[in-house]
């Protein structure tokens, strides 16, 4: 149509550019609608399954509950009020042995672990995936141990069955009949199906580390982009946690630096791998501590007023770590509370749950006082 003929129709220059404007700023809308309804829908497939795990939560790392079960007299208290607070259930009234109670306290993390991996956003799942491989690592290590110091006889009570660790690859070790046969058994494992160093304990261990270190780097890669940042720091941070206890832990018991260097893992998003030599080097805790100057994780410790550097135990080295983790599943929650947040804090807080409920039981098993029991356990300020 000519502009001649658009002006015999009524039809002016400046309409027409008004109407182009107008489609270019509907287009600008759509797009931006586009946009942010993939954002709602996202978060939208995140609502049920956090305000689940609110629901569930952490109990055993909360001041009120932790409180009341540590003044129980009995195992057998705790246990029926863990049954009526919903934290444990098909469980004995009583239990007999300190196997017994490893295994409520195991049983109850895994089962928990599973239920909720099968009820989050598809896009989280990678991430609990992982996190039970890190308990599959943790039983891992138990057979290793166990195995190749000769005390197979207590693997199959002592084991929980969880992914890769069947009752017919405990009994492929158990039944071995000598070294060679039980390092063949564990190599079936795909943890340690790469390795081909020297069949030890120590290096089996940290192979079996490395390998499940690997795993959690590159959950970022499995997970959508929307959430592969938040994802790739909790990963980096936690395993920043890791070698840092494992640096620790050796000034502690007065490692060679050398020693402790080689069971450095990977390194994690703030501490890098020269950073870590450099705190591996260190002459003891405070220079350690002194030596990660200027980082997140020096905030939350020189925060620790209770951490005495120059007369730690290794109780108190334990609460430190724990701490770390706490203070870091806090800040994930409230920076990333409509999408991982809530699972990032959950996951860290188990572990800690875990140990909480383990030296209920096992303290007064034992028959520790109240201010004992409450020493061995972290609480959530």
């Keep these: 149509m000519s502009i001649v003929d658009s002006l015999m129709l009524g039809i002016t220059p400046e309409m027409v550019i008004g109407f182009f404007a107008v489609a270019v700023i509907l287009m600008v809308i759509l797009f931006l609608f ?13 609502v049920y399954p956090n305000a689940r795990i609110s629901s569930i939560g952490t109990p055993l790392i909360k001041k009120e509950v932790v ?6 007299e009995s195992v057998s208290e705790i246990l029926i009020s863990l049954r009526n607070m919903n934290i444990l259930s098909n469980i004995p009234d009583s239990t007999g042995s300190r196997k017994e109670i490893e295994n409520i306290v195991k049983d109850k ?4 672990m599973i239920s909720m991996k099968n009820s989050v956003p598809k896009a989280e799942r990678p991430l609990f995936e992982t996190f039970l ?5 943790k039983i891992l290590k138990t057979i290793i141990s166990c195995s190749l110091t000769g005390d197979t006889n207590n693997i199959e009570s002592n084991v929980t069955y969880l992914g890769h660790i069947t009752e017919s690859f405990v009994k492929d070790i158990t039944s071995a009949s000598n070294r060679d046969e039980i390092i063949a058994a564990l190599k079936i494992h795909p943890f340690l199906k790469g390795y081909s160093g020297e069949a030890t304990i120590e290096e089996l261990i940290h192979y079996t580390d490395t390998v499940l270190t690997t ?5 970022r890669f499995k997970v959508p982009p929307s959430i592969a940042n938040p994802i790739s720091e ?13 640096i620790l832990r050796g000034k502690l018991f007065g490692e060679n630096p050398e020693i402790t260097e080689s069971h450095i893992i990977l390194p994690g998003f703030q501490l890098s791998e020269a950073k870590l030599k450099e705190l591996a080097k260190a002459e003891n805790i405070t220079e350690v501590i002194s030596g990660l100057s200027g980082t997140y994780y020096s905030e939350i410790i020189n925060s620790e007023a209770a951490f005495n550097t120059d007369a730690v135990s290794q109780r108190e080295l334990g609460k430190l770590i724990d701490r770390l983790y706490l203070d870091m599943a806090n800040r994930f929650r409230s920076s990333y509370a409509l999408t991982v947040g809530p699972s990032i804090k959950y996951l860290l807080t188990r572990f800690i749950e875990e140990k909480n409920m383990r030296a209920l039981l ?11 029991i409450e020493d061995m356990i972290t609480l959530e300020a």
């Design 67 to 72: 409180n009341e079960l540590s003044e129980h």
């Design 133 to 137: 491989d890190i308990y599959e690592a």
């Design 34 to 46: 586009q946009s942010y309804y993939d954002i709602l829908i996202e978060i939208a497939s995140f």
């Design 362 to 372: 096992m303290g007064r098993f034992v028959n520790l006082n109240k201010e004992d």
């Design 215 to 219: 795993k959690l780097t590159s959950i």
């Design 109 to 112: 993390v895994i089962s928990d």
């Design 234 to 246: 909790f990963t980096g941070r936690y395993i920043d946690i890791g070698n840092l206890n494992t």
